[in-house]
């Protein structure tokens, strides 16, 4: 069967994709066959990899902050990690190079639209960093790293406020109640659910939001409430 390169193999396909994506040709091909295999596909699939990859990301990150920033303190430095390795960005930088189309998914997890899932390609994200450290030694993820995340780091001239700490601000400084965050509902498969998260603060002001996880529901609230008081 041709791969996207006429009559290249599924395996030459994806060695060469490897090769342009992270500019390093693989030694270990199923290492990459691995980071892109989801556990609905097959039981020897990314999740280690991906444990490995998400410290690969922090301290690539971490390091290029702090060369980045050096008048920023701790705080500042850790607002940008924390916004730079979320899972949203992750899989942001994923759909950029196409992870999408070489995921290796089961029947129902792709009908059910894994092969969309923040959660999904974030983690895939770490797991291909995981395969690239173990395959090529630290230099090539880092490098792939400032690539691949240049746009980002330097988008914000100042270290991004969270939104939960900014409505937490926000309440101090106008004599609100702290804010509330409830679960009003989930829904979708094991492997994409869907969290709609609640925010309120006290009787004053209420918003509702939704995303792929708790965290990323509540984030999404405390920015729309924001939005909301801030008018």
């Known amino acids: 069967m041709a791969g996207r390169h006429g ?8 060695a ?21 295999t989801h556990g609905s596909h097959a039981a020897d699939n990314y999740e280690r990899l991906e444990f490995l990859g998400d410290r690969v990301l922090g301290l690539a990150m971490a390091e290029w902050l702090y060369e980045l920033f050096p008048r920023e303190p701790e705080g500042a430095l850790s607002k940008r990690l924390n916004a730079l390795v979320s899972g ?6 994923a759909r950029s190079i196409g992870v999408g189309e070489r995921l290796r ?11 969309d899932s923040d959660n999904v390609l974030g983690d895939v994200m770490e797991s291909l960093l995981g395969a690239l450290y173990l395959d090529a030694g630290d230099d090539c993820p880092r490098a792939f790293v400032r690539r691949a995340w240049d ?20 309440a101090a400084a106008h004599n609100r109640k702290p804010p509330a965050y409830d679960v009003t509902d989930r829904s979708g498969p094991h492997h994409a659910p869907r969290f709609t998260v609640r925010v309120t603060l006290g009787t004053y002001a209420q918003a509702e939001a939704s995303g792929a996880s708790k965290q990323e529901a509540e984030t999404a609230a405390a920015a729309a409430l924001l939005a909301e008081v801030a008018r």
Do not use: M, Y
């Open 7 to 14: 009559t290249d193999s599924p395996t030459q396909d994806l």
């Open 88 to 93: 949203a960005t992750c899989a942001a930088v």
């Open 105 to 115: 998914l089961g029947k129902q997890a792709r009908d059910d639209g894994a092969g």
């Open 16 to 36: 060469s994709w490897i090769a342009d994506t992270f500019d390093h040709r693989p030694n270990d091909l199923a290492l990459f066959e691995r980071a892109l």
């Open 151 to 170: 746009a980002r780091v330097h988008a914000d001239a100042r270290a991004p406020q969270h939104p939960k700490s900014a409505l937490q601000e926000w």
